[in-house]
């Protein structure tokens, strides 16, 4: 069984500029959800996908967009990137059943730094 | 969902049990607890969850007091790879809709 995985692992960007960091599914999960995590902090919702429509979002503005994909994985974008962008960025899956009893896992993350 | 208070951090010493507190006094009838933990610079681990019951896993045991209003995480011999922060999050049944919130978590630093 392949676990969550994320790309790239590390990367670097400007103010102004746009990214777009990838996400892998576990095998036979067809949810993946998006978190930010700034230093300290805990992990923040930013949107959900379930069947590749977003079925959830957290207080991000429209600037944060993701896609899913027929195979389930997905990217989450950020558009005109700000110093506060800097985190590092969670994608976890899960088992869309209706049922509040899927755990979600998590990958490694990618690490976003806004110079 | 319910929001949750839990102690900043404790300490424990290696192979002691690890007895992590979490309250959540607004929990309502069809929210269930789980239990993450993070290790330094990694993704969240899941750990263990529960609606009324305790449960147990290979990882740990949750204890959930008969009025649901807290709940505590048991690692039963600590090592020095449990260190980490630990949340407690509340989330709502009944639906597919993923959302977990994080709140700040205890530091658990396990000492030799």
């Known amino acids: 069984e392949t676990g969550v995985t994320q790309s790239p692992t590390h990367l670097i960007k400007t103010r102004g500029q746009q990214v777009t960091l990838r996400c892998s599914s576990q095998?036979?999960?067809?949810?993946v959800s998006w978190y930010q995590q700034a230093l300290g902090q805990g992990p923040q919702f930013i949107f959900q996908?379930?069947?590749?429509?977003?079925?959830g979002r957290g207080n991000f503005p429209p600037r944060f967009s993701g896609l899913q994909f027929p195979n389930y994985s997905s990217e989450l974008n950020v558009n005109a990137l700000e110093l506060d962008d800097s985190a590092l960025y969670l994608c976890?899956?899960?088992?869309?059943?209706?049922?509040?009893?899927?755990?979600?896992?998590f990958g490694p993350g990618t690490r976003l730094t806004v110079l | 969902d319910a929001k949750t208070t839990q102690p900043p951090s404790m300490d424990c010493a290696e192979g002691r049990a690890a007895n992590l507190p979490c309250n959540h006094s607004?929990?309502?009838?069809?929210?269930?607890v789980y239990w993450y933990r993070q290790i330094h610079s990694q993704g969240p681990q899941y750990i263990i969850h529960?609606?009324?019951n305790n449960e147990t896993n290979e990882m740990a045991s949750l204890i959930i007091t008969e009025d649901r209003k807290s709940s505590t995480l048991i690692l039963p011999h600590a090592t020095l790879r449990d260190t980490a922060v630990y949340y407690c999050?509340?989330?709502?049944?009944?639906?597919?809709?993923?959302?977990?919130?994080f709140g700040q978590g205890t530091i658990l630093t396990v000492h030799p």
């Open positions: 976890a899956s899960s088992l869309g059943t209706g049922l509040a009893n899927n755990e979600q896992f």
């Open positions: 095998s036979g999960h067809n949810t």
């Open positions: 996908y379930y069947r590749e429509e977003e079925n």
């Open positions: 607004t929990i309502s009838g069809n929210e269930y």
């Open positions: 529960g609606l009324k």
């Open positions: 999050i509340v989330r709502a049944g009944g639906t597919s809709y993923g959302k977990l919130t």
